[in-house]
């Protein structure tokens, strides 16, 4: 009898520890890292770790703002200087830092740990414009010059987080009634919209059998397009066009969400990410530079160069005119559309 009792306190037990010891990760639905560094986490926690994918970065923090009572994750990685402002005013946060590593100096957060970082730009397919003897366009006014006519597909940015980074970048670069006049002009000079960067990239663009030899992607795509490549390639097939205007530097980072059950765990987590092995795996499984200063990058990182410069509104803009900023532009380009 005493066997059994102390049997099934000890199974009781076991059960608490392992509930006990669940950390529920947050994360946007692009979130990768491979099985062998998660094992490695739960390893060295004790910790089992629950992913939650969100759907896309907005998304995901509008079920973090609408579960804020009961909250459905300990940490959340993802959030970006995008939605930050939103993140901090709706209280969904625990303000989190990091003592692991240094971050690079334009990789900032408020309020949460940077994690990567990179750049939305326009991507060009390189031997379209060989071919077609048209000069790579020089600003972004030459976009809607006559001569780039139907050339340019990009994400609509109420439903694309490339797309509204660009818009962001645009706004910045050229000023508010600025940008929106010249986006008037693209929409007049056959501008395609794609719901999402994977419509744009795989489906309009010229590289991936599309009609539009420009696309708004990432700075570090043609380092993607070497590396997924079935043939050894010596150079990308595409390439950065880092336009003045056209350039948005994102940051993502990880904090822990208020109220979660795990904040030592999800503590943990945090500081996890900031280690060199995640910041060096991040690098080929989601795109992105490593925001912890010093850690080499991947070397197929050489088809893709940093862009010289970027163009961000500031972040107290970012929170209180995005939502009138897409808008304004969903009015003008789309309901306006030819």
Known sequence: MFKKTVLLLALAGASLTTLAAELRVMTHSSFSLPKERIAEFEKQSGAKLAIIKGGDAGEMLNKL?????????????GIDNTLIG?????????????????SVAAASLPGAVAIDYGYVTLNIDKAWFAGSKLPLPATLDDLAKPAYKDLLVVENPATSSPGLAFLLATIAGKGEEGAFQWWGKLRDNGLKVAKGWSEAYYTDFTRNGGARPIVVSYATSPAAEVFYSKEKLAESPTANLALKGGVFMQVEGVAKVKGGQQPALAQQFVDFLRGEAVQKELQTSMWMYPAVAGVALAPVFKHAAQPASFSNPDLKAMQHKTAAWVSRWTR???????
């Open 65 to 77: 703002i609408l579960t804020r009572a009961n909250p459905v994750a300990d940490v959340v990685y």
């Open 86 to 102: 939103k993140a901090n005013a709706a209280g969904v946060l625990e303000a989190t830092s990091s003592k692991v590593g240094r």
């Open 332 to 338: 003008l380009v789309i309901k306006n559309a030819p």
